[in-house]
């Protein structure tokens, strides 16, 4: 095996390996999961769902872990993190839903949203679930629809080194409220007789080391002694959010989540003593950082061309299963998954399928000279790609399977172009 094939196989899932010219996933040849389930294909590795699962409950030992499910929404998936004392947190009636069904119910979920409509709020107050107030009047919105669990929403005015459009704690972030108009939400919230338990803050994703999260704990140490000091309350919980971040390509940097973990339960330990506050539970809701190594995403490669500029390798998906690029110039990388033992000899740029110049899922990479039908394999999926993914040119959103114990199964329906009239009338 080539070494560049070598160097990426240390983004893809744990259980991946390469046998003879060949990726396996979980003992399964990539080969055989694209001939039984088609492609574009997102394939779910359970053992590394448990384990990043297991690690970061670990690290918050005595707090609590919910999974961002905005990164995916999927049934079987969080069914079996549940099934790993993983709680979750949603942001509308249909990811609340994705919950239910896979069994989440009362404490173990956690209502998000910076514009939550009626359906929700009332959802939540009837499942008990805790719901972060996010705006000046959710208070009172909360309390009428029979919410008794809130924590409030502050936004602290750090910029975390990530991409702009997916920071959320600096100053005029549409989500939360600076600190006089948080404090002032606490007191409300308290008048209306709701349990208020604490205090969320959250600066960005795919967060790539502890500073801007040091910062942002200290801070919030700081505006828990100050309600204590005006309103006599006293935060018992901070949900410090997600953000951690994963490798997509082999130049990326990330610091291992259950590090990051741990280090976020301690400062916030030590921040609130050194405030003179005790200790609070600590709250975390990772995301990326659970699902996204554990996808890969499996493409078939349709037509080659080879120009003077650049030479052009398209494949069968794009911007509708994967709009990250797109959106946030993300990086990813590919492994030839049925030629991974030859000379990686040719540097190409892999386009999507859409009427899209723009439609590039990986501007270079280097494989074995590509051919029409190579399978690629592309690590690191498993987050925010199906969850954002859409019909754009009337294509078929992609099948997910999971793979565990030498079984690969079906969680997710490859959708049809049925699928897709339905909805029109």
Same mark, same amino acid.
């Given at each position: 095996?080539?070494?560049?094939?070598?160097?990426v196989?240390?983004?893809?899932?744990?259980?991946?390996?390469?046998?003879?010219?060949?990726?396996?996933?979980?003992?399964?040849?990539?080969?055989?999961?694209?001939?039984?389930?088609?492609?574009?294909?997102?394939?779910?590795?359970?053992?590394?769902?448990?384990?990043?699962?297991?690690?970061?409950?670990?690290?918050?030992?005595?707090?609590?872990?919910?999974?961002?499910?905005?990164?995916?929404?999927?049934?079987?998936?969080?069914?079996?993190?549940?099934? #790993? $004392?993983?709680? =979750?947190?949603?942001?509308?009636?249909? /990811?609340?839903?994705? %919950?239910? *069904? !896979? &069994?989440?119910?009362?404490e173990?979920?956690?209502v998000?949203?910076?514009?939550?409509?009626?359906?929700?709020?009332?959802?939540?107050?009837? #499942? $008990?679930?805790? =719901?972060?107030?996010?705006?000046?009047? /959710?208070?009172?919105? %909360?309390? *009428? !629809? &029979?919410?008794?669990?809130?924590?409030?929403?502050?936004?602290?005015?750090?910029?975390?080194?990530?991409?702009?459009?997916?920071?959320?704690?600096?100053?005029?972030?549409?989500?939360?409220?600076?600190?006089?108009?948080?404090i002032?939400?606490?007191?409300?919230?308290?008048?209306?007789?709701?349990?208020?338990?604490?205090?969320?803050?959250?600066?960005?994703?795919?967060?790539?080391?502890?500073?801007?999260?040091?910062?942002?704990?200290?801070?919030?140490?700081?505006?828990?002694?100050?309600?204590?000091?005006?309103?006599?309350?006293?935060?018992?919980?901070?949900?410090?959010?997600?953000?951690?971040?994963?490798?997509?390509?082999?130049?990326?940097?990330?610091i291992?989540?259950?590090?990051?973990?741990?280090?976020?339960?301690?400062?916030?330990?030590?921040?609130?003593?050194?405030?003179?506050?005790?200790?609070?539970?600590v709250?975390?809701?990772?995301?990326?950082?659970?699902v996204?190594?554990?996808?890969v995403?499996?493409?078939?490669?349709?037509?080659?061309?080879?120009?003077?500029?650049?030479?052009?390798?398209?494949?069968?998906?794009?911007?509708?299963?994967?709009?990250?690029?797109?959106?946030?110039?993300?990086?990813?990388?590919?492994?030839?998954?049925?030629?991974?033992?030859?000379?990686?000899?040719?540097?190409?740029?892999i386009?999507?399928?859409?009427?899209?110049?723009g439609?590039?899922?990986?501007?270079?990479?280097?494989?074995?000279?590509?051919?029409?039908?190579?399978?690629?394999?592309?690590?690191?999926?498993?987050?925010y790609?199906?969850?954002?993914?859409?019909?754009?040119?009337?294509?078929?959103?992609p099948?997910?399977?999971?793979?565990?114990?030498?079984?690969?199964?079906?969680i997710?329906?490859?959708?049809?172009?049925?699928?897709?009239?339905?909805?029109?009338v």
């Amino acid at each position: 095996m080539s070494e560049v094939h070598h160097g990426v196989l240390g983004l893809f899932p744990d259980s991946v390996l390469v046998k003879g010219a060949r990726l396996m996933i979980d003992g399964i040849s990539a080969e055989d999961l694209a001939a039984d389930f088609g492609t574009p294909l997102v394939v779910y590795c359970e053992q590394t769902l448990r384990g990043r699962a297991r690690s970061l409950k670990a690290a918050v030992a005595g707090g609590h872990v919910a999974f961002g499910t905005k990164a995916f929404a999927n049934v079987a998936v969080l069914r079996l993190l549940r099934e #790993e $004392g993983i709680g =979750v947190d949603v942001a509308s009636v249909g /990811e609340l839903a994705f %919950a239910r *069904a !896979a &069994g989440f119910h009362g404490e173990e979920i956690i209502v998000h949203g910076n514009n939550k409509d009626a359906a929700l709020l009332s959802e939540a107050g009837v #499942e $008990g679930a805790a =719901v972060v107030l996010d705006a000046p009047d /959710e208070a009172g919105l %909360a309390a *009428a !629809a &029979g919410v008794r669990r809130v924590l409030v929403r502050v936004t602290l005015g750090v910029d975390a080194d990530t991409h702009e459009a997916i920071r959320t704690g600096h100053h005029g972030s549409k989500f939360g409220l600076p600190p006089a108009q948080a404090i002032e939400l606490v007191e409300d919230a308290l008048a209306r007789g709701l349990d208020v338990l604490g205090l969320h803050v959250h600066i960005g994703s795919q967060l790539a080391d502890f500073d801007a999260q040091a910062e942002t704990i200290a801070r919030l140490a700081s505006f828990a002694a100050t309600c204590r000091e005006v309103l006599g309350w006293t935060a018992r919980i901070a949900d410090l959010g997600g953000g951690f971040g994963i490798r997509h390509t082999t130049d990326e940097h990330a610091i291992d989540a259950s590090i990051l973990a741990s280090s976020a339960v301690t400062t916030a330990h030590l921040a609130f003593a050194e405030a003179g506050l005790p200790g609070p539970e600590v709250w975390l809701e990772p995301g990326r950082s659970i699902v996204g190594t554990a996808g890969v995403t499996l493409y078939r490669v349709g037509a080659v061309k080879r120009l003077p500029e650049r030479t052009w390798v398209t494949v069968d998906g794009g911007m509708s299963d994967n709009p990250r690029p797109q959106l946030y110039h993300a990086a990813y990388t590919a492994l030839s998954a049925g030629r991974a033992d030859e000379p990686v000899n040719e540097r190409v740029s892999i386009a999507g399928m859409h009427c899209e110049s723009g439609d590039v899922l990986i501007d270079d990479v280097a494989l074995p000279a590509p051919r029409r039908g190579d399978l690629l394999a592309v690590p690191a999926t498993g987050a925010y790609t199906l969850a954002m993914a859409s019909n754009y040119n009337g294509v078929p959103r992609p099948a997910a399977v999971l793979v565990g114990g030498g079984v690969a199964r079906l969680i997710r329906s490859r959708e049809t172009i049925a699928d897709l009239l339905r909805a029109e009338v």
